[in-house]
């Protein structure tokens, strides 16, 4: 009887240690930040968001801003499609903005005047029409424009996961089934290609970093002679120049000196951005580093392995290949600090200061 007795006092006794323990057994995870809205203020530090408790396993939870710089995410198109499909496109957008917002977070980032506001490039007839209507007068028309015939309308966008794909694939979709405008988006190979197929004739929309447009429009480092049979239908949101990381050693810039960092495709959009900004800190990409030419999709799935230390990706926070490899692990962004923020917009003026708030990854 004593035996019994000692015996279900000690199961007793174990139950009640494991309930005070708890039953969670997710790890610590590491944490990045995320955008929702961010804003242009002046980038000040130079950490990565610091560590918490994450809610499970491979979660990630945000706890600070992440300073960075930013460009344009702008939707371009052939100057022979017709004014009227481009005023209807332009429309469905900007007429249906919280309907769109619910099917992509990216459309609460739409606006009117940030729409209206790109310089570098005339828009296209049909938005500056559009945008007129709205009392926003944007800076330059593209003269005999707009003047084509219609037809089905194909929008490259970018690779399955980055931003441009799922954003523009809810675009086409909301305006080809609110308008008699057929859009239908289609995977690209970014920016550059993109421009390179709208000028061949096989994509009549794109998707394009300002900066990369403007390479284009005035035939520069990306290209070699100038593209000008496109023109702006509207700048949509901010893609930031994101450093991700897994490993919570690297604390800024500096310390990517002599690691093996993705910086895209040798000659791409996001390469140009790697070298922006690892120039800011006087690091060379071919020698100051190892580098990896990857696009945004492989990079995750590098870091995941442990193959390179970190990796450059521009585009619309959240990016689906970041959230994704949240999932696996403690993530980290790395943060400009406000010096070398300073440098990089007196040499490169098209980019923006951009602070990544906490509450995306």
């Given at each position: 009887?004593?035996?019994?007795?000692?015996?279900?006092?000690?199961?007793?006794?174990?139950?009640?240690?494991?309930?005070?323990?708890?039953?969670?057994?997710?790890?610590?995870?590491?944490?990045?930040?995320?955008?929702?809205?961010?804003?242009?203020?002046?980038?000040?530090?130079?950490?990565?968001?610091?560590?918490?408790?994450?809610?499970?396993?491979?979660?990630?939870?945000?706890?600070?801003?992440?300073?960075?710089v930013a460009v344009g995410a702008v939707v371009i198109a052939r100057d022979d499609v017709p004014e009227d499909d481009i005023y209807a496109l332009t429309s469905a957008i900007f007429?249906?903005?919280?309907?769109?917002?619910?099917?992509?977070?990216?459309?609460?980032?739409?606006?009117?005047?940030?729409?209206?506001?790109?310089?570098?490039?005339?828009?296209?007839?049909?938005?500056?029409?559009?945008?007129?209507?709205?009392?926003?007068?944007?800076?330059?028309?593209?003269?005999?424009?707009?003047?084509?015939?219609?037809?089905?309308?194909?929008?490259?966008?970018?690779?399955?996961?980055?931003?441009?794909?799922?954003?523009?694939?809810?675009?086409?979709?909301?305006?080809?089934?609110?308008?008699?405008?057929?859009?239908?988006?289609?995977?690209?190979?970014?920016?550059?290609?993109?421009?390179?197929?709208?000028?061949?004739?096989?994509?009549?929309?794109?998707?394009?970093?300002?900066?990369?447009?403007?390479?284009?429009?005035?035939?520069?480092?990306?290209?070699?002679?100038?593209?000008?049979?496109?023109?702006?239908?509207?700048?949509?949101?901010?893609?930031?120049?994101?450093?991700?990381?897994?490993?919570?050693?690297?604390?800024?810039?500096?310390?990517?000196?002599?690691?093996?960092?993705?910086?895209?495709?040798?000659?791409?959009?996001?390469?140009?951005?790697?070298?922006?900004?690892?120039?800011?800190?006087?690091?060379?990409?071919?020698?100051?580093?190892?580098?990896?030419?990857?696009?945004?999709?492989?990079?995750?799935?590098?870091?995941?392995?442990?193959?390179?230390?970190?990796?450059?990706?521009?585009?619309?926070?959240?990016?689906?290949?970041?959230?994704?490899?949240?999932?696996?692990?403690?993530?980290?962004?790395?943060?400009?600090?406000?010096?070398?923020?300073?440098?990089?917009?007196?040499?490169?003026?098209?980019?923006?200061?951009?602070?990544?708030?906490?509450?995306?990854?």
């Amino acid at each position: 009887m004593k035996k019994k007795f000692s015996l279900l006092m000690a199961v007793l006794m174990l139950a009640m240690l494991l309930s005070a323990c708890g039953g969670d057994t997710g790890s610590k995870g590491g944490e990045v930040g995320g955008v929702g809205g961010g804003s242009s203020a002046p980038a000040d530090a130079s950490a990565p968001a610091d560590s918490g408790n994450s809610g499970g396993s491979g979660d990630s939870a945000v706890a600070q801003d992440t300073n960075t710089v930013a460009v344009g995410a702008v939707v371009i198109a052939r100057d022979d499609v017709p004014e009227d499909d481009i005023y209807a496109l332009t429309s469905a957008i900007f007429e249906n903005i919280p309907t769109i917002t619910e099917q992509h977070a990216k459309g609460g980032e739409l606006d009117l005047d940030f729409a209206s506001s790109v310089t570098s490039v005339p828009y296209h007839p049909g938005a500056a029409k559009y945008f007129a209507e709205k009392g926003k007068e944007v800076a330059a028309v593209k003269e005999g424009a707009g003047s084509g015939d219609s037809k089905s309308l194909t929008f490259g966008t970018g690779g399955e996961s980055g931003t441009y794909y799922a954003f523009g694939g809810v675009l086409s979709s909301y305006v080809s089934n609110n308008t008699s405008v057929s859009v239908t988006a289609v995977t690209s190979g970014g920016s550059k290609a993109n421009i390179e197929d709208l000028a061949a004739g096989d994509i009549q929309l794109g998707f394009v970093q300002s900066d990369v447009m403007s390479y284009a429009f005035n035939g520069e480092r990306l290209f070699d002679a100038k593209v000008e049979n496109f023109s702006v239908v509207a700048a949509l949101y901010m893609e930031q120049v994101q450093i991700v990381t897994t490993n919570p050693d690297i604390k800024s810039v500096a310390d990517l000196a002599g690691k093996s960092v993705s910086i895209g495709d040798r000659g791409s959009g996001v390469w140009f951005n790697a070298v922006d900004v690892l120039g800011a800190y006087d690091i060379d990409p071919d020698s100051g580093i190892s580098p990896v030419y990857q696009g945004f999709g492989d990079s995750a799935d590098s870091l995941k392995d442990k193959k390179i230390d970190a990796a450059f990706v521009v585009a619309g926070a959240p990016t689906t290949a970041i959230v994704d490899l949240a999932t696996s692990g403690p993530v980290y962004l790395v943060s400009l600090d406000e010096e070398h923020t300073n440098a990089l917009l007196e040499s490169s003026p098209y980019y923006s200061a951009y602070t990544i708030p906490a509450g995306t990854y």
